[in-house]
């Protein structure tokens, strides 16, 4: 266990804007941390600065113990991959040609891919189970399909950090949870630090469920309201002061006899 990235008393401003305030977190490797909030609290502006596509006015972002704005950007995509929300492509680009995209940070934009690119592109996919998808024209999967190939480009890209934006949006509940049975796996055999920004506070007791080393952060108005354990944080009253909404946190049990918590919504407050 190593800690990977590190935010210290991070904030930044659009002009006329103040957006993150004071903002501290660690994520290490072999571990997910789940971040949270409504629409418009600051999360996408935090990839951003983490990902240097922004720099704070204030803090520090530190990933592998070094400065992130010290990386050249090909470096830094060598410490980091994303996994977007939505990606549309239009050009008929196979499968296996969109996971190989992953491996710009080695080959450069005009490089040939090596033969070891392409079997650490075949290796991806099969960790996440669409290896049968290899040759197959990116833009007639569904979007469960989507999502798997977009967590295999950014396992080719070898990045010891994954940042994930809302990945089961637009999921059904069945493909939503195999997205995230494949992350438990890969927490279990990979040594990778996700950050995964959710809509669903239940993700961050799932993993919990799962025995994976999981940490939640709850964000409002560019504030880290609450940050610790999912049973710490994705609390009724967290909730109620975050999102506004009446919530009750549900208790039971699966088949193994393990503890299983759940989000059930009521009202808007």
């Given amino acids: 266990m190593n800690e990977f990235l590190r935010l210290r008393n991070l904030s930044f401003s659009y002009p006329g804007k103040e957006v993150l305030k004071n903002i501290s977190l660690t994520l290490d490797t072999g571990e997910i941390l789940c971040l949270m909030g409504p629409n418009g609290c600051g ?23 070094r400065p992130v704005g010290e990386y050249k950007r090909h470096m830094l995509a060598r410490q980091i991959a994303f996994v977007p929300q939505i990606h549309d492509i239009t050009f008929p680009y196979t ?41 197959k024209p990116y833009s007639q999967l569904s979007g469960g399909e989507v ?28 493909n939503e949870l195999i997205f995230l049975q494949t992350l438990v796996e890969l927490c279990r055999k990979e040594d990778i630090a996700i950050l995964m920004v959710t809509h669903a506070p239940s993700h961050a007791f799932y993993f919990e469920s799962k025995g994976i080393r999981i940490k939640a952060a709850m964000m409002h108005d560019g504030v880290i309201t609450a940050y610790g354990t999912p049973s710490d944080v994705v609390t009724e009253e967290n909730i109620a002061q975050v999102y506004g909404v009446k919530a009750r946190i549900e208790v039971t049990a699966d088949d193994e006899g393990r503890e299983i918590k759940s989000v059930i919504l009521f009202e808007t407050l």
């Fill in 43 to 65: 999360k996408t502006t935090l990839i951003d600065n983490i990902m240097a596509i922004h720099r704070p006015q204030a803090g520090g972002i530190l990933l592998a113990e």
């Fill in 95 to 135: 499968v296996k040609e969109i996971v190989m995209m992953g491996r710009t940070a080695y080959t450069g934009f005009f490089g040939e891919p090596a033969a070891e690119d392409e079997e650490i592109c075949m290796e991806a996919l099969r960790k996440v189970g669409v290896e049968r998808y290899a040759d």
């Fill in 147 to 174: 999502k798997m190939v977009l967590l295999a480009r950014a396992l080719g890209q070898r990045a010891p950090l994954i940042i994930m934006d809302e990945p089961t949006a637009h999921l059904d509940f069945k």
